[in-house]
């Protein structure tokens, strides 16, 4: 066999098996986290409505968790499409570029912010603080990679 018959588009798992093996596997992984998962959120959030919160945290987190099962089980070398070096792409690179000038951001945002609250005697509650610095920073690495795509791709 050549090597582009070998790899295919959803690859093989790296624990043996073919394709149908990787897909099935993380199905059935994915949908028994879901299900625990989301009896836990239910018994600990939503007392008065625990089924319906159940089927609801179980249906949200059963593609998200199939995926993950299927990340963490596939051979990339088995992807059709997957390149050989992904951290020498130039992907990787806009990547680190962009995370890097993020955290400086991070940094001087974060220190002007603690400058100002403590000079303004500004108080707010910690998870609305905590959720802006969040946003800046991705706003911030998104704008920095979308920039570099655009200048070098």
């Known amino acids: 066999m050549t090597q582009l018959t070998q790899r295919s588009t959803w690859g093989r798992s790296r624990f043996g098996g073919g394709?149908?093996?990787l897909i099935i596997g993380s199905v059935v992984l994915g949908l028994g986290l879901a299900i625990g998962a989301g009896?836990?959120?239910?018994?600990?959030a939503y007392p008065q409505a625990r089924i319906l919160?159940?089927?609801?945290f179980s249906a949200g987190l059963f593609p998200v968790l199939t995926a993950a099962c299927w990340a963490l089980a596939v051979d990339r070398s088995t992807l059709r499409s997957a390149p050989?070096?992904?951290e020498q792409s130039i992907e990787s690179r806009w990547y680190d570029s962009a995370a890097q000038g993020a955290f400086?951001?991070?940094l001087v945002a974060a220190g002007l912010a603690t400058v100002i609250?403590?000079?303004l005697n500004v108080e707010a509650p910690v998870?609305?603080?905590?959720?802006a610095v969040l946003l800046l920073t991705m706003l911030s690495f998104a704008v920095r990679y979308l920039w570099l795509k655009r200048a070098e791709g």
């Open 19 to 21: 394709s149908a093996a």
């Open 39 to 44: 009896a836990l959120f239910a018994f600990l």
């Open 53 to 56: 919160a159940w089927s609801v």
């Open 84 to 86: 050989r070096d992904p």
């Open 104 to 106: 400086h951001d991070l």
């Open 117 to 119: 609250f403590a000079v």
């Open 127 to 131: 998870s609305l603080v905590l959720g």
